[in-house]
């Protein structure tokens, strides 16, 4: 059986992000944000919340290691870099310790007095939005390969890791496709890496997520290149997304993939694709 | 001669590291006119779990006994009697916590540390048993006169929640939460065939975190006579007794905690 190891200090997973940060991400949505700013500050709450799931009493444990590719201009990035160590992909226990700012956000919460109040809370953040120049997808998958090739090799045993990419557009630097299967075809003894991918518009009211076949994308090039990008999704994540998207259909052998999601339904299914880091021991 | 005598038995689940703290936690105290049993599960997805278990189950013990009776006389509700120990409990702990937190140790305290509640308290001359739950830990009662044995509170294994309401320390609000707990009351001669007016005897009480409250419902469901086989259980002999249940699929692998305690009443009057 697949997909079943033990996500423990001694048995780590890995979940790596690649985030298009070319120009188009810096397109307004309704609410005011760019798409680059509500997608990094999803992913720094996800890596938040994964942090301190990993809290304990004696120190963060290092049951995950994350990484953050950005790709925008010409080139691919390492987001983390202010991180210290020389690997991509850091234990979660050093992102903890260094993120790049901590900002105050305000929240609004129960009063318990029947009324709301206005809470400040302290929001990390690792991963600053960014939005210019091209699409250099390659690069971004190429880098990932690298990444994950070294990283399954360490960790032979381990709860295979997830790649989720996150786009609102489409390459500029050649085709992806063959590379996105390499990196799917990266394993250790407990099944194959998953790669998610997830194409983000802000103008939507609802996408096509999770489908099984290509029948259900519209005849568009871009939507059909990122379905077979994407891995088929594991007995467990058809659960975890059915759970998610309650109302939507999701059939067994339905691909990890969204297309077209407006951003509520873009950070359900990051919830969905970061579903490891609720599975730490 | 002291009239409660007890046996405290925990074990770590076998996937705990060495050094790492064990979630559960019991305290009693035995005094002459009464005595108070107390245990907690801390929550093992809450930060500093442990340590609040540890603070809840000993403020429970320190309660002084005048508010003790001015609950038995019901003067005092007995939740609200039961947020006094909790807040000071509360107190302890944010004293305890060092001054500088990082920040996800600080959002960790924010969302609250919980701890399941057991505790027990018998008054001796008034010949009472109370007892108040929050959350799954579970109480079993019995006499040395018959075989029924009076389980709290909840009395079968399809009772016990999912999601157990629990004790929660939350940094930034000055009272803990307290859920208004489950509350068993009741004289010492629990069992319904004891014979009216009988005045001596010995009760037997067995706290129970979570996982052997389980097997526990569940062997007693099954017929099976499993408050026999706890008052055999021995401190040399319990670990190894926890492990064959774990083996034989009998045992939730979790911290598994056991206080016997047996309190006799044969030497005093009514």
Known sequence: ?281 | MRFARTLRLTVPKSSRAPGEANEDALAHVIRRRYAVFATADGASQTIFAATWAKFLVAALCAVDFERIRAAADEQIAWDAFLRGPVQQAAEQFRRHLPPHLPWYVELSLERGVAATLLVVIVLRRERLLVALAIGDCCLAVWSESNGHVHRFPYEAVDSLPRRPWAVVFRLDRADADVPTPCILRCPFALDRDMPAGQSSGRLFLALMTDALAEWFLRAYAAGERPHEELARLRRRTFARWVSRQRAAGQLRDDDTTLLLARVSWDKVGP
Request: charged share 20%.
């Open chain 1, 1 to 281: 059986m697949s997909y079943q190891a033990e996500i423990s200090r001694r048995n780590p997973t890995a979940i790596l992000f690649l985030i298009d940060q070319s120009a188009s991400m810096g397109r307004v949505c309704p609410d005011g944000l760019t798409l680059a700013h509500v997608l990094a500050d999803a992913v720094n709450r996800l890596i938040g919340e994964a942090v301190l799931k990993c809290s304990k009493d004696d120190g963060v444990r290092d049951y995950f290691f994350v990484g953050v590719i950005t790709y925008s201009g010409q080139e691919a990035s390492d987001a983390l870099s202010h991180v210290p160590g020389d690997d991509l992909l850091k234990p979660i226990s050093l992102l903890a310790d260094h993120p790049l700012r901590l900002e105050e956000r305000t929240k609004l919460v129960v009063d318990g007095a029947g009324g709301v109040i206005e809470r400040k809370i302290k929001f990390p953040v690792w991963v600053a939005p960014a939005a210019a120049g091209e699409t250099p997808m390659c690069h971004a998958f190429r880098l990932a390969y690298q990444t994950m090739g070294l990283w399954v090799l360490d960790h032979p045993t381990s709860f295979p890791p997830t790649v989720i990419h996150v786009t609102d557009g489409e390459p500029t630097d050649g085709d992806p496709r063959e590379l996105a299967l390499m990196l799917q075809q990266l394993a250790t003894d407990d099944g194959n890496l998953l790669l998610y991918n997830l194409h983000v518009r802000c103008d939507v009211e609802a996408g096509i997520l999770f489908p099984a076949t290509l029948d259900e994308l519209p005849d568009h090039q871009s939507a059909q290149l990122l379905f077979e990008m994407s891995s088929r999704l594991p007995e467990l994540i058809v659960q975890a997304a059915r759970a998610e998207f309650p109302d939507r259909t999701i059939v067994d052998g339905a691909r990890a993939y969204g297309y077209n999601a407006p951003l509520v339904e873009a950070i359900k299914f990051l919830n969905v694709g970061t579903l490891p880091f609720n599975l730490g021991r």
